[in-house]
């Protein structure tokens, strides 16, 4: 398992590598522009060659471009779905750049319900494929249910992956948090082998590409994204279950967590993760 954070790219794209290599990690996830707002980032050609030398000189293995959170490719607002499919293939021309994945949540129906948003997301999502090159893949966020997003359940993955063609470079990343949110319980280890043979059976394990490790303030089932702290939430130490399952040990375990202070993760959550991890091993 590789541990990684999201980390911010203030003051240069290549500063993400920076930031990554003093908290200790050996992934990184960043946004390549401001994600609460359309326009893209102009990112200097020289930040991008520093952001791939810099990654080489700290080891870190694996780069994860988090896309727009106001992307929504099931809008029924064409003027929306347009932006959005914009705004992720100019995520996937940054990372494929950077040498890294793209991860983005699919949107909502917005009651419409996901058979309707389904027709809406795909020819959207078949563009955007064909911007991956031979690297860079595209990963859909598995969500946490809330206002009929999209992806809060392995069937709705499953359902996406098949009608876009078992497309070559698309993934999936799985949220711990959203997990639990949806109501699956990722801290009962006969729950977390049943969702991972789901994953192996309509999906592929080879498509799971990056796990998105955070504790959950809300609870079991509550469709509420509420990140929390590791250890500080409702699973607790009872993320050793999902951390522990042998499908996900060459992974990258990325944390999304409030950190300290609410400006994200820092060393000591880094550290809490690798001893949660160390202990999942030792127990299995
Ligand atoms: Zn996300
Ligand atoms: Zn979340």
């Given at each position: 398992?590789?541990?990684?954070?999201?980390?911010?790219?203030?003051?240069?794209?290549?500063?993400?590598?920076?930031r990554?290599?003093?908290?200790g990690?050996?992934?990184?996830?960043l946004?390549?522009?401001s994600?609460?707002?359309w326009?893209?980032t102009?990112?200097?050609?020289a930040?991008?060659?520093?952001?791939?030398?810099?990654r080489?000189e700290?080891?870190?293995?694996?780069?994860?471009?988090?896309a727009l959170?106001?992307?929504?490719?099931?809008?029924?607002?064409?003027?929306?779905?347009?932006k959005s499919?914009?705004?992720?293939?100019?995520?996937?021309?940054?990372?494929?750049?950077l040498?890294?994945?793209?991860?983005?949540?699919?949107g909502s129906h917005?009651?419409?319900?996901?058979?309707?948003?389904?027709?809406?997301?795909?020819?959207?999502?078949?563009?955007?494929?064909?911007?991956?090159?031979?690297?860079?893949?595209?990963?859909?966020?598995?969500?946490?249910g809330?206002?009929?997003?999209?992806g809060?359940?392995?069937?709705?993955l499953?359902?996406i992956v098949?009608?876009?063609?078992r497309h070559?470079?698309?993934?999936i990343?799985?949220?711990t948090c959203h997990?639990?949110?949806?109501g699956?319980?990722v801290?009962d280890?006969?729950?977390?082998?049943?969702?991972?043979?789901?994953v192996?059976?309509?999906i592929g394990l080879e498509?799971?590409r990056?796990?998105?490790?955070?504790?959950?303030?809300?609870?079991?089932?509550?469709?509420r994204?509420?990140?929390?702290?590791?250890?500080e939430?409702?699973?607790?130490?009872?993320?050793?279950a999902?951390?522990g399952?042998p499908?996900?040990?060459?992974?990258?375990a990325?944390l999304?967590?409030?950190?300290?202070?609410?400006?994200?993760?820092?060393?000591?959550?880094?550290?809490?993760?690798?001893a949660?991890?160390?202990?999942?091993?030792s127990?299995?």
């Open positions: 398992m590789l541990y990684g954070a999201h980390v911010s790219s203030s003051g240069g794209i290549h500063t993400a590598i920076d990554i290599e003093a908290l990690g050996d992934a990184v996830q946004f390549t522009q994600p609460r707002m326009r893209p102009a990112h200097d050609p930040n991008l060659a520093r952001f791939r030398e810099r080489r700290a080891g870190v293995g694996y780069v994860l471009c988090h959170y106001l992307i929504n490719l099931a809008s029924p607002d064409d003027d929306l779905r347009t499919e914009a705004a992720l293939r100019s995520t996937l021309a940054v990372a494929r750049k040498e890294g994945d793209v991860v983005f949540h699919v917005g009651g419409a319900g996901f058979d309707a948003a389904l027709e809406r997301v795909l020819p959207a999502l078949e563009r955007a494929l064909a911007e991956t090159g031979e690297r860079t893949w595209l990963l859909l966020e598995s969500s946490a809330a206002g009929g997003t999209i809060r359940s392995i069937a709705e499953v359902a098949e009608r876009a063609g070559p470079r698309l993934g990343c799985l949220d997990l639990y949110a949806s699956v319980d801290t280890p006969a729950t977390v082998a049943a969702l991972l043979a789901d192996d059976e309509g498509r799971l990056a796990l998105h490790v955070n504790d959950s303030a809300a609870p079991l089932g509550s469709n994204d509420r990140h929390a702290n590791i250890g939430g409702e699973l607790g130490d009872g993320l050793v999902f951390l399952h499908a996900l040990q060459e992974l990258p990325i999304e967590t409030p950190g300290p202070d609410g400006h994200g993760p820092d060393g000591a959550e880094l550290e809490k993760l690798r949660l991890h160390e202990r999942a091993l127990r299995s």
